[in-house]
């Protein structure tokens, strides 16, 4: 398997514009998850989708960010408009629901908003 | 709200000696944890986990033990080797939904 697949992996834009980034979890796996990583407060959640349906968005921290699973094997996240503190590595991750609780990450896409 | 909590940013020791990392965490509700590592440019990976049954939990050069009673986690990596610098994130879960620590970048000097 080639595990949790991101695009891009870099991602340089100026500050108004909108940031699309995109995951591709591992097949099989119902569990996703988006997590921004920032010195400040390390790896935060921001959402997670189970079966392709939104369970917890308590960590998006605003309505400039949103969060889609069209299908199991694609999910995006949104950032509109973008602003130079949301500079920071975005991670995807996946899991299995079998009990395990182990999560598979991304590689992450580093966001730079100047 | 810092609910797992990794006091030390960053730890040196020498190749060979034990590296011992540490996370304290405030929620009882907390049932089962994990040690992720993470090195440069890439995802976090799976470390080692335990569950809030056990104290201890062994796999080769790793062991975590979680003392519940003082709500503290820790992680022995006994020998420490160059291969093992990268930063470790513990993270605290009782759903699918995993509350990380800010990590602890581990430096091991030749």
């Known amino acids: 398997d080639a595990g949790v697949i991101q695009s891009p992996r870099h991602e340089v834009t100026e500050m108004g514009q909108e940031v699309t980034l995109r995951c591709k979890p591992i097949s099989g796996h119902d569990y996703l998850f988006w997590y921004r990583q920032t010195m400040m407060r390390g790896l935060e959640l921001l959402i997670y989708f189970n079966n392709n349906v939104p369970i917890d968005d308590s960590g998006m921290p605003e309505d400039r960010f949103s969060a889609k699973m069209p299908n199991a094997s694609f999910s995006t996240l949104k950032i509109q408009p973008s602003e130079p503190r949301d500079s920071a590595v975005y991670f995807c991750?996946?899991?299995?629901?079998?009990?395990?609780?182990?999560?598979?990450f991304g590689p992450g896409t580093r966001l730079t908003v100047t | 709200d810092q609910q797992v909590k990794q006091n030390s940013p960053s730890l040196s020791v020498q190749e060979g000696r034990i590296s011992i990392l540490n996370c304290d965490y405030t929620?009882?509700?907390?049932?089962?944890f994990l040690w992720y590592k993470k090195y440069p440019a890439e995802g976090p990976t799976f470390l080692i986990s335990i569950s809030s049954i056990k104290d201890k939990n062994e796999d080769g050069r790793f062991t975590v033990f979680l003392n519940k009673s003082a709500k503290h986690l820790s992680l022995h990596i006994v020998p420490s080797q160059p291969g093992d610098s990268a930063v470790y994130f513990c993270a605290a879960t009782g759903t699918y939904k995993y509350i990380f620590g800010t990590g602890t970048r581990l430096k091991v000097l030749a």
């Open positions: 991750a996946s899991s299995l629901s079998s009990g395990v609780y182990e999560q598979y």
């Open positions: 929620n009882s509700m907390f049932d089962y």
